[in-house]
């Protein structure tokens, strides 16, 4: 991939002071703090992402969001820790000026393989970024990796322009927690009812909170967290990627269906394994 030109294109300078743009055409800061995510979890991830039914469910549900709840300017829209670009490319898909701000190094190099147009390699806490420089912010499956979440949003908020959105999925349920929650780097995982209030006490405007994934809940208490808890082993970290994210069925396809037609609606899903959210800076 030739290397993009700066004056041909928007440029992630309109956003960010404190980046340059290397030779492989990837944007840096000078510093780089350490991010609670096994790096080794981008390459899992990309060898599985193209063929699962988890990813693909996500963006159509991501998807949903952006399309009920739309950017409120032609700002871009910053996807922060956005791994190997899956959203990314969907969102610019969407025909969305997206920049991905991404630490992993594994996780940017395979951004630039799916042509994500502009990578900021880095911590979202290293970047100086210009305040309401920002249409919308995306947390996919970030917020649960990030000790303090509070602060970190309130961090965020004042890069959003007023109005800006800002939407987030997380992994639901305490009583859903395994080891895969450990060795992903995970602090926590949510209720629908803590993960409005996070939002709301850090000066955003919730708009539309749901649970979805809702057939996934019993088979993994059943296959990952009951067998733990009375002792059994875990399987390997790429075993267990490979088998859990595997083409649906036809009988799964129905119901994600149905949970995708009920998000599209804005209609709340009461159950699920993970949550989906769009809120806007208040």
């Not at 055409?25 to 981008?42: L, Q, T």
């Not at 399309?67 to 300017?73: A, R, V």
Request: charged residues 20%; glycine residues 10%; neutral net charge.
């Amino acid at each position: 991939m030739n290397r993009p030109q700066a004056d041909m294109q928007p440029s992630p300078l309109q956003s960010i002071r404190n980046i340059a743009l290397g030779d492989d055409g990837i944007w840096r800061p000078p510093g780089h703090s350490a991010v609670s995510y096994p790096d080794e979890g981008h390459d899992s991830c990309h060898g599985v992402e193209d063929g699962s039914f988890w990813f693909a469910h996500r963006n159509r549900c991501i998807a949903a969001m952006v399309e009920n709840f739309p950017l409120p300017s032609s700002l871009a829209f910053a996807d922060v820790g956005g791994g190997n670009g899956f959203v990314s490319q969907m969102l610019c898909r969407l025909g969305i000026r997206t920049i991905l701000i991404e630490p992993g190094e594994s996780g940017i190099r395979h951004a630039r393989e799916r042509g994500v147009p502009e990578l900021v390699q880095g911590s979202i806490v290293d970047l100086d970024v210009v305040p309401g420089a920002f249409g919308a912010i995306g947390l996919f499956d970030v917020i649960e990796h990030i000790e303090d979440d509070a602060g970190a949003l309130r961090y965020l908020q004042p890069m959003l322009a007023p109005g800006g959105r800002i939407y987030a999925t997380v992994p639901a349920h305490a009583w859903l927690w395994s080891s895969i929650d450990v060795d992903a780097g995970h602090f926590r995982r949510y209720t629908a009812a803590n993960f409005r209030r996070l939002f709301e006490d850090a000066g955003f405007d919730v708009a539309f909170c749901s649970y979805y994934f809702w057939p996934l809940p019993p088979a993994m208490w059943l296959l990952r967290t009951l067998p733990e808890r009375m002792g059994r082993a875990r399987p390997a970290r790429e075993a267990r990627v490979g088998s859990e994210h595997r083409r649906d069925s036809r009988l799964l396809h129905r119901a994600l269906a149905w949970e995708e037609s009920m998000l599209r609606g804005k209609h709340r899903v009461p159950m699920g394994a993970s949550l989906i959210l769009a809120a806007t800076r208040r």
